[in-house]
């Protein structure tokens, strides 16, 4: 694994997102905002939405919420400050266009939203307050990319035909968003010097990461016969040189931008001496504590405590568990005890830290599979409707369905004799790691850790023979077949029990 690929896997997380300092402190006669979001043909819909911490762009600050079956809901959410606040569309792919609606919020203020499912970007409306600053924010296409050369959108761009190199054409791109801006500010819409400016930062660094993106695509895969123009490997490693002197990692104006904290978080080690080489060649063990250090020794305050506060919970979604992990919290409670970050990363530890003595009473145990195929596994359960979840130790969203099963789902699957499995896909090396996830989590149902062979199997019969993405659900009837193979999530219990009813009808 090359040094690029090992850094990645040490803090890729799905979803990479952080946070900004507030310019100048504003005494705002309420500490709250009300959105209200209507969806035409969105009944039941959950949504995710972040909120800034003192400004900046946080993990950490989620509210979920749902719609009612006439696809609407109103929420008052805590807001302490000025910034940008993302409503997450949880139904739409991770990667192509963007599956957030932006909201420059103020507290205090009311915001509006509408649009149609599968028509989102198309039909978004606002009303309230900000209308003019919103619709201008989501005016520009967003497209979230992949590490991996997957994203269709990307292909697309570097195959366009553009003279110079790759860098010189996505400047353009940003230069028409950057002149778009300027023509909006210049009309008086929006005298508002603090949105402009988050908005302008935005613009910069969404490029910087699209071409970071790019160029890592460039360096892993064999995408590079299909870009067009000129370009070698010089050129490119040039580039990202300029690009980085162009686009500070340490920009606390920016820490209120998504995609500032997208970039930040993928390629800081790369803006310091050593970082990417130490980080390669610690161990697994140790890489937390370094990550601490590195960050504490190169970044200024503002955005140091940012910066550590995301790390802390994005490490913790995957795996709270982790000595390491936890003793990186420590630190943070530590050095920063007045951190407005806190509350949330007391909350993901709240009990964690004390858990080691009941571990031995587990809700069920784990076992090594020597089931080599995902059929043979049916079989052990005849006349039974399965609903089988795949997960895994490091899976962030894995674990936050965990926490999703409510008591009316549980008696459903109870009083409906549905047999729930939990298949791990993690290595033997990790069986007690998610021992300890399923008591934790209180999960019943029989667990299994799949072998190789059972990994291949369910590759071959659910994903074309590539690897598949989790958490990921099927749903078997009482004959051994799959009825559901994407099935709903347990936060999705309407959809979740519509599925199992009509599996115990076949």
């Known amino acids: 694994m090359n040094t690029l690929l090992k850094f990645l896997w040490v803090i890729a997380f799905g979803i990479c997102l952080s946070h900004k300092q507030c310019v100048a402190f504003t005494v705002f006669s309420s500490d709250s905002i009300t959105i209200e979001v209507s969806i035409r043909n969105g009944a039941n819909t959950p949504l995710n939405i972040s909120t800034p911490v003192n400004g900046a762009f946080y993990i950490g600050e989620w509210t979920k919420v749902k719609t009612n079956n006439q696809g609407q809901l109103e929420t008052k959410i805590p807001l302490d400050s000025t910034g940008f606040c993302q409503i997450w569309l949880n139904y739409l792919p991770w990667v192509g266009r963007s599956n957030c609606i932006q909201l420059y919020v103020e507290p205090g203020e009311t915001y509006r939203v509408s649009f149609e499912k599968n028509a989102e970007f198309e039909t978004l409306r606002f009303a309230g307050d900000n209308v003019q600053e919103n619709t201008l924010l989501n005016s520009f296409d967003r497209y979230r ?174 795996n709270k568990f982790s000595k390491s992990v936890q003793q990186q919290y420590l630190y943070f409670r530590r050095d920063f005890p007045a951190s407005p970050f806190l509350l ?69 699957i109870e009083s409906n004799d549905i047999k729930r499995i939990y298949i791990s896909i993690d290595d033997p090396s990790k069986l007690q790691m998610c021992q300890e996830i399923i008591s934790f989590y209180k999960l019943k149902g029989d667990h299994y850790l799949a072998n190789k062979k059972l990994i291949l199997s369910m590759e071959q019969k659910l994903n074309q023979g590539q690897s598949i993405p989790i958490p990921r659900y099927l749903i078997v009837n009482k004959k051994g077949e799959i009825v559901f193979e994407n099935a709903a999530r347990p936060s999705f219990k309407s959809t979740l029990t519509d599925q199992l009813n009509e599996a115990m009808k076949q």
């Open 344 to 412: 949330g990363l007391n909350e993901e530890f709240e009990g964690v830290l004390d858990t080691k003595a009941e571990l031995n009473i587990a809700v069920n145990t784990i076992q090594q599979s020597d089931i080599s195929a995902i059929d043979e596994l049916f079989k052990l359960y005849p006349n039974q409707v399965l609903y089988i979840d795949l997960w895994a130790s490091w899976c962030g969203p894995c674990k936050q369905e965990f926490e999703s099963v409510n008591a009316d789902l549980e008696h459903f």
């Open 145 to 318: 990319v992949d590490y991996w050369g997957k994203s269709e959108y990307l292909k697309s761009i570097m195959a366009l035909p553009h003279k110079g190199s790759f860098l010189e054409f996505i400047y353009q791109l940003q230069e028409d968003d950057l002149e778009e801006l300027h023509n909006f500010q210049q009309s008086q819409k929006s005298k508002n010097n603090t949105f402009i400016n988050l908005l302008k930062e935005d613009i910069k660094y969404y490029y910087a990461q699209l071409y970071y993106v790019a160029w890592n695509v460039i360096q892993n895969t064999s995408e590079s016969s299909s870009v067009s123009g000129s370009l070698n490997s010089e050129t490119w490693d040039n580039d990202l040189k300029k690009m980085m002197n162009n686009t500070p990692i340490d920009n606390p104006i920016a820490l209120g931008s998504y995609w500032y904290n997208d970039y930040k978080n993928t390629i800081w080690p790369r803006y310091f001496d050593d970082a990417i080489e130490k980080l390669s060649e610690s161990s697994r063990d140790s890489v937390n504590s370094l990550v601490y250090q590195l960050i504490t020794q190169n970044f200024s305050a503002t955005v140091m405590e940012q910066h550590l506060a995301y790390i802390i919970r994005s490490n913790a979604i995957k």
